[in-house]
């Protein structure tokens, strides 16, 4: 079964430090979107992508996090100052069409120091 | 923002042994999914649940999802070891035009040999 992929698993980083978070997506998709999970948390909606726009974005998303598809295949999430309280797992996924699967990359665990 | 509550948080029985996850909320969702989640990956949808009523079977899991398509349950007959995990439920519903998805905390049931 097709996969979407995230890179890097792990990602150890200092507050007040930038960091980006990729994923591609399954190729014929057209729905993206960035989740995160802090630890024994819910998983919380961060952003959905379509037709190379934010479609929606949630309260979480502040002006500190960004989205972005640079060519035909990787969606990438950008946090410009990491903060100690964005440490969490972050999970991208995609899909054809809203109504259908969504399927969820493995994540990239984000650690801020 | 619609909240699903899920219940119990944790549950360890023993194998064999019959066992029901619910998924509860005073809102209605267009539809009602159910993840299960291993360590360091990301959800898989095991199924979806559309029209108030729906039974949906997945060998040993039966997934209901209430008349009022406001909860839904989950059952598992004789469970084994290999039904360990976190189980999480998702509804999905329009607000103000978007589509969104919110996720219960989850469940993590242990079935011990």
């Known amino acids: 079964e097709p996969e979407v992929t995230q890179t890097p698993s792990h990602q150890v980083t200092q507050m007040g430090q930038e960091v980006i978070l990729r994923c ?9 979107y960035w989740y995160r999970q802090i630890l024994g948390q819910k998983v919380e909606f961060l952003v959905s992508f379509y037709n190379n726009e934010i479609s929606e974005k949630s309260e979480i998303f502040d002006d500190q996090f960004s989205v972005e598809r640079p060519d035909g295949s990787n969606f990438t999430l950008k946090i410009r100052s990491t903060k100690l309280e964005d440490s969490a797992m972050y999970f991208c996924a995609s899909r054809t069409s ?6 969820f990359g ?8 | 923002t619609q909240l699903l509550e899920q219940s119990p948080q944790f549950l360890s029985i023993q ?15 267009s539809s009602l999914q159910w993840y299960r989640q291993e360590p360091g990956e ?7 649940v559309v029209t108030g009523g729906e039974v949906k079977k997945l060998k040993r899991l039966t997934f209901q999802f209430g008349d009022a398509r406001k909860d839904s349950s989950l059952h598992i007959t004789a469970a084994q070891p290999g039904d360990t995990g976190l ?3 998702a509804g999905e519903y329009r607000d103000q035009g978007a589509q969104k998805l919110v996720f219960g905390q989850g469940t993590r049931l242990t079935i011990n040999p």
């Open chain 1, 24 to 32: 591609v997506p399954i190729s014929n998709h057209l729905y993206f």
């Open chain 2, 87 to 89: 189980y999480l439920c």
């Open chain 2, 42 to 48: 990301g959800p898989v949808l095991l199924v979806t």
């Open chain 1, 106 to 113: 493995s994540g990239t665990q984000l650690s801020v120091l």
């Open chain 1, 98 to 103: 809203r109504g259908e699967k969504l399927f």
């Open chain 2, 15 to 29: 194998e064999g042994e019959n066992l029901t996850v619910y998924c509860n909320s005073s809102s209605v969702f």
